[in-house]
């Protein structure tokens, strides 16, 4: 007897335990009892008390020696007079009822025929209850499991034990589906199987749902494999602390992972950067928003290397960061192609404009000079004779005299190198809205003058920008602005004119003139530009006043 029974029969351990069934329930025979069923007797109490109570019978084998345990339940709702045992039989309906609502049930024989199946097990099987009764469950078999398993449940079933696990079944339409199940054996007073409840639970879309969460991984594990074999990869805290290194990062930085972890990435700082450059940078990330650029680290030999970075912000529940995942490749041999081919282009320039003020020159000096000469001859001839020819050749040595200034203007202007940036700007804009009807509001803000390199690519951004906005603006207005400002000069030129898609614009001359130009002085062009809200350029140049000065 455990507890709960020597309490029901108000019984202590030592009267219990060694004593026969009969004193306890006298009318019972155990040997008639059928296992599984319930049975009404009455039972006396150590006072000789009678109540009734259920009575049912498992057996089992243990050494070959078979054994009975009974269950017992009270029927306190009962008297002895009226042991009502109909209530009984309806609460075990409902049980039957609930049951058959909720889960897919079949009984079969102790052979594995089919004797009952309720109404949710034809309908997933969408077999009607006549195809399946007298059959066995391989009318459902999917042949996903192999025979080791079906034998292992059956072995386990036809021990008297409960089999539990998750079975793929196919249905009459040729559809599979999944099936959480649990056999349960219902023995005979020798303790054999006679037959078995399977009580089954569809889980068909939790398995899919498992499945597709496995592809997942498993997909995420060779995106890893294939971003650590390709890429420099690094993980660090929401404060930036390392907490993962792949091979890659290891080998292009020259540390141990060891010397990594922990750390931030400080210590492949190479200084080349500013502070603005990198609190620019964390405030991106720290806003939940993606990264890329360009980053020059250093190794711990002291050798440098250039990354093309992406840091992506992982967030959580909140929005907030918890970690970021780097992802780099080394750029270090197209950036100092890149670096060689900024010199070439640099030097191309240098050479452009010198030959242009040599040109320049040559024309002022030179072939303006003479058709002066020429021009003042011609002057001294008209006043010592008349004729129609001469006054043609006076007008037209004029003509080409201004021509000659022109170009020479185009090519260099003198007074940009004589008087200094400002003075050969103002100059341009008088004969540019003279030419070409188009009033330019001029503002300038400089304390000294600039470098000369930075004077003539100022000069060259400014001349063909408003050249474009004649072209193309179709405005009888622009403005131009530069200002000097901590380490930088600012030279925006704006219209509202027609403007354009950038996206669908390909970088003509023009624009390729003034991004090299900028380029080569180590500055940054910026246009903004949106179809008939006009167009403005803003360049910012390293502020390298004229040492001579």
């Known amino acids: ?192 199987p006679y037959q078995y409840l399977a009580i089954r639970k569809e889980i068909t879309e939790f398995k899919r749902v498992v499945d597709e969460l496995e592809r997942s991984m498993q997909e995420l594990v060779d995106l890893k494999f ?132 040599r040109l320049s020159r040559d024309l002022h000096d030179g072939l303006g000079q003479n058709l002066y000469s020429h021009l003042i001859t011609i002057s001294r001839l008209s006043a010592e004779m008349e004729h129609p020819l001469i006054d043609q050749m006076r007008d037209e040595a004029t003509e080409l005299i201004e021509e000659v200034r022109d170009i020479s203007w185009e090519l260099r202007p003198s007074v940009l190198d004589d008087l200094g940036l400002v003075p050969a700007i103002r100059s341009f804009l008088n004969r540019y809205s003279d030419h070409y009807d188009i009033d330019v509001m001029f503002e300038c803000v400089l304390d000294q003058r600039l470098g000369p390199h930075e004077e003539i690519t100022i000069y060259r951004i400014i001349q063909e920008a408003l050249t474009n906005i004649w072209k193309y603006a179709k405005v009888d207005r622009a403005w131009v602005t530069i200002r000097e400002l901590d380490d930088v000069v600012r030279v925006m030129i704006e219209d509202q004119g027609r403007g354009f898609d950038k996206n669908q614009l390909s970088s003509g001359v023009g624009l390729f003139s003034m991004e090299e130009r900028t380029r080569s002085v180590g500055g940054e062009l910026e246009i903004i530009s949106s179809p008939e809200e006009g167009t403005k350029i803003i360049a910012e140049i390293p502020n390298k006043s004229d040492e001579s000065d």
């Open 226 to 357: 294939a971003l650590d074999e390709s890429s420099i990869v690094a993980i660090t805290d929401e404060k930036g602390i390392i907490t993962y290194v792949n091979d890659q990062f290891c080998h292009i930085s020259k540390y141990k992972r060891e010397e990594l972890i922990g750390r931030t990435h400080s210590i492949i700082n190479s200084g080349y950067h500013s502070k603005e450059f990198f609190k620019a940078l964390w405030r991106t990330i720290g806003s939940g928003e993606v990264w890329k650029g360009e980053i020059r680290n250093k190794a711990k030999d002291g050798s440098y290397y250039w990354v093309d970075t992406t840091i992506v912000p992982f967030l959580n529940e909140k929005g907030k960061p918890y970690q970021y995942l780097a992802i780099r490749s080394e750029i270090t041999e197209r950036k100092r192609v890149e670096a060689e081919l900024q010199r070439a282009m640099t030097r191309i320039i240098e050479v452009q404009e010198e030959e242009r003020l």
């Open 1 to 192: 007897m455990n507890n709960k029974a020597l309490k029901l029969f108000e019984a202590d351990t030592a009267s219990g335990t060694g004593s026969h069934i009969k004193k306890w329930i006298p009318e019972t025979n155990i040997d008639v009892l059928e296992p599984g069923t319930f049975t009404q007797q009455f039972g006396v109490t150590t006072l000789g008390q009678r109540f009734p109570l259920f009575i049912r019978k498992n057996t089992f084998s243990i050494g070959g020696n078979n054994y009975s345990l009974l269950v017992l339940h009270p029927d306190n709702d009962s008297s002895i007079s009226n042991l009502e045992p109909q209530k009984v039989l309806n609460e075990l309906l409902d049980m039957k009822f609930a049951l058959d609502e909720s889960t897919i049930v079949a009984i079969t024989d102790q052979k594995g025929t089919i004797k009952y199946v309720n109404d949710k097990f034809c309908e997933i099987s969408k077999y009607s209850e006549e195809e399946l009764i007298g059959e066995d469950h391989r009318i459902i078999n999917s042949g996903y499991h192999s025979k080791e398993f079906m034998r292992d449940l059956w072995r386990t079933i036809a021990n008297g034990q409960v089999w539990r696990g998750e079975i793929k079944n196919k249905a009459k339409d040729g559809t599979h589906y999944w099936v959480d199940t649990t056999i349960v054996p219902f023995l005979n007073n020798k303790g054999k």
